[in-house]
């Protein structure tokens, strides 16, 4: 994977890995830039909020390809740090789907239920609800129990229903 080159004439020489234009190597490169470029664009994110990146991974891509592939890179994964708070590191980190990792933002409404907690768009998943019906319930102000309990209306019998209503005196 690796070859030396030589950088110039005063014969200092780098490591060449040919994997710069890769996925998993941008996603190193973003990983160090946020943590520790003050003009990057998400800094104030990540390295503004004291998350650092280990000084095993930011010395050597090398070094954080092999975790990497030790750890379940696939094309299509993102990065995610397990501990939000936490820094990029092999402890905190492991490959992702964009769901999972969306799933696990700080920013979640977490809902608990009879012991469960998950976000809106679990619960939404887990009682066949879509997203924003379920988000709508909630931000109207539905006790959890009656949002996550009652089913969502047919809207193509939406007449019907009124009109059953209507004649129940409801």
């Not at 990983?31 to 004291?50: D, V």
């Not at 990792?101 to 609800?129: C, D, R, Y």
Request: net charge positive; hydrophobic share 25%.
């Amino acid at each position: 994977m690796m070859a030396y080159r030589q950088l110039d004439t005063r014969n200092t020489w780098q490591i060449k890995h040919g994997m710069s234009g890769t996925r998993i190597y941008k996603t190193w490169h973003n990983i160090r830039s946020r943590c520790k470029n003050p003009n990057a664009s998400k800094y104030e994110n990540y390295g503004g909020k004291g998350i650092t990146i280990c000084e095993e991974w930011d010395s050597s891509f090398e070094n954080f390809y092999e975790w990497a592939m030790e750890n379940g890179y696939e094309e299509g994964l993102t990065i995610d740090r397990i501990d939000a708070t936490g820094n990029y590191e092999p402890g905190n980190c492991r490959w992702a789907t964009y769901k999972e990792q969306n799933n696990h933002l700080s920013t979640n409404h977490l809902i608990t239920f009879k012991g469960e907690t998950h976000n809106i768009t679990e619960w939404a998943e887990i009682v066949g609800l879509s997203k924003k019906c379920l988000s709508e319930r909630i931000r109207r102000g539905w006790e959890v129990e009656r949002a996550l309990t009652t089913s969502k209306i047919d809207m193509s019998n939406f007449g019907n229903y009124m009109k059953e209503r209507k004649s129940n005196g409801v």
